[in-house]
Structures are given as structure tokens and as C-alpha cells.
């Protein structure tokens, strides 16, 4: 995995303004992703983000980068809490929670729609579109929005800057380190 990768998937957790962002990424070889999620993790968790292979199969992980302390935040929530336990999460920490997401992308033929929580997406959205789906959305951008449509709006507007401000930024020099905020 490259750092235009990171920054082209990933810009917005790396500037410290989402709590998480996940992507697919080729590895024909397991052993090489895990020592690329090794080497990654040695460089980007002194400054609070942790890359982790939510799922491999067929030469492709599904990877979740995050910080955890914003995570651990947005899982604290009243709503978000509920819906995770609704599901049997085991929800004491986020790290539990992370590990009953993998299972749950092993074990269901359906996609686990609560990703959206461990992506900072608002607990009302992911809840009325795991009720809902299609019907009743105001607005499509990073995630479907049926709840505060102004706001919504305006944190896609962010993560576009920001990722256009990132890979701007990289591709004219400045080092992959020097975008990361430490948290």
C-alpha cells in the first residue's frame, strides 16, 4: 500500500477531522499485507491512527484505517452503543467492537451496514438506512443522509477539501508524515 493510497483514500482521517476511513487494497500474497499493516502500524500509530485488515480474500483486504480514541467517542454514544448491542457487539471497547465488525464480514452474506458508526458517520443516518435504505433520503454524499441534511453538507464539503488539499499538497512534496495531525 502507497502513501498516495492513504492519501487519496484516507486524507480526511489523517487530518484528524473523521474518525475512520476503509478501502480495498490488492495483496496477492497474505504475508505481505500483514507486514505492510506491520510497517504502516509502526509509522502511524505514535501519532494516534491504526491501519487494520478488516477482511481478506481473493488477493484483496479490506482495510480500516482509524484513530482510536475518536472511535472509542463515537462508539460511547447512546444510539450508536444501542444499535451495536441490537446486533451482538460486544461493545466495551472499541477494540471488541472492531473484532465483532470482522466477524461479522466473515460470517454474513450481507455487508454489516453499521460500518457506518466505525466511520464516524452520524448514528441517526446509519440507523434510519439500516431501516430504510433507499426511501426517505434527503441527500447522498460520503453516506445517505436522513437526519441534519445543512450539516451533512457541509462535512462532505470538508473531506472533499481536505482530500483535494492532501493529495494537492503530496504530489507537489511535502512529506507523508508532515499530513498526518497527531492526536
Known amino acids: 500500500m502507497s502513501e498516495e493510497t492513504l492519501i487519496r483514500h484516507c486524507a480526511p482521517t489523517l487530518a484528524g477531522i473523521k474518525t475512520g ?37 481473493k488477493g484483496s483486504a479490506m482495510i480500516y484505517l482509524f484513530r482510536p480514541a475518536r472511535l472509542q467517542a463515537d462508539l460511547n454514544d447512546h444510539m450508536a452503543c444501542a444499535l451495536l448491542q441490537a446486533r451482538g457487539y460486544a461493545t466495551q471497547t ?22 457506518g458508526l466505525f466511520l464516524g458517520y452520524p448514528p441517526e443516518d446509519v440507523s434510519a438506512f439500516m431501516e430504510h435504505r433507499d426511501t426517505g433520503c434527503k441527500c447522498v454524499g460520503f453516506w445517505k443522509v ?3 441534511e445543512t450539516a451533512a ?14 493529495y494537492r499538497q503530496w504530489k507537489k512534496g511535502k512529506p507523508f508524515d508532515r499530513l498526518i495531525i497527531t492526536s
Not at 22 to 27: D, E, G, N
Not at 94 to 115: K, W
Open 94 to 115: 472499541c477494540s471488541r467492537c472492531i473484532v465483532s465488525l470482522m466477524d461479522r464480514l466473515r460470517q454474513s452474506a450481507e455487508f454489516p451496514h453499521e460500518i
Open 146 to 148: 436522513y437526519g441534519d
Open 21 to 57: 476511513n476503509l478501502f480495498r487494497c490488492a495483496y496477492p500474497d497474505r504475508r505481505e499485507m500483514i507486514e505492510d499493516v506491520r510497517r504502516w502500524n509502526t509509522a502511524l500509530s505514535p501519532k494516534g491512527l491504526r491501519l487494520i485488515p478488516l477482511q481478506y480474500n
Open 153 to 166: 453538507r457541509k462535512t462532505f464539503d470538508r473531506y472533499k477539501k481536505c482530500s483535494d488539499a492532501y
